[in-house]
Structure formats: structure tokens, C-alpha cells
């Protein structure tokens, strides 16, 4: 069941295939953080729809000012609202939330794909 439904296909095609392609390290808890231990990037999902969509990323890890929501051009470009709401479990919960229970990425895309 979709509960936004008026995504843009062509972003999300893009961003399922993004978090398909191993191309990015699953990390929690903000759009995108530094691996203390090995400097690596690790993003949540929506900040794989941050790198999708070619934003700046600021040296602490934030997009556009934003460190846990989408920043307000690319939920506007993507169609979305700044933490899109998902079906999981039987429950509404935010796309991010999803992740950060830990989801992984190739789950959260095809929860995207059914949903948004």
C-alpha cells in the first residue's frame, strides 16, 4: 500500500538502483556519517537520495543544513516530504526510521519500490 504514491519515477528509479549497487555503506542515525574507526562514508537511505541527486554534502556530514530529513529541494525534486512514511510491520514509520532498525539497504528498496 502506498502511502505517498506521487514520487518521482525517474528519481526512484535511480535511488533503488543506488541502494541496490553496494555502491554505499549502510550507516544510522543521520543522512551520512564518518566511520570513526576507518574514515569510510556510510549514509542512510535518504542520504543515498542526497548523493543521488548530485546535493553538497557539508564536511559534518549534513545536506543542505539537514542531518536526519531530506532538505526541502530534494524532497521537492523527488516528490516526497522531507521523512517519507512507509508501511512496516503494520505500523506508519519514516523511511529513515526503517533503516535505522537496522533494514537493509537491498529491503529498503524494495520497500520504496512497493511503496513510494
Known sequence: MATEGRMNPDIKAQWVEALESSRYAQGQGRLCT?????????????????????VERDEDGSYG??????PKSVADAAGLTDSPIVQRNGFNM???SVNDEGTSFA????????QL
Open 94 to 96: 519514516s523511511i529513515a
Open 107 to 114: 529491503e529498503i528498496a524494495k520497500i520504496i519500490r512497493e
Open 34 to 54: 564518518i566511520d570513526a574507526d576507518t574514515g569510510k562514508l556510510k549514509f542512510c537511505c535518504l542520504g543515498v537520495l542526497c548523493e543521488v541527486l548530485g
Open 65 to 70: 543544513g539537514q542531518v536526519h530529513l531530506l
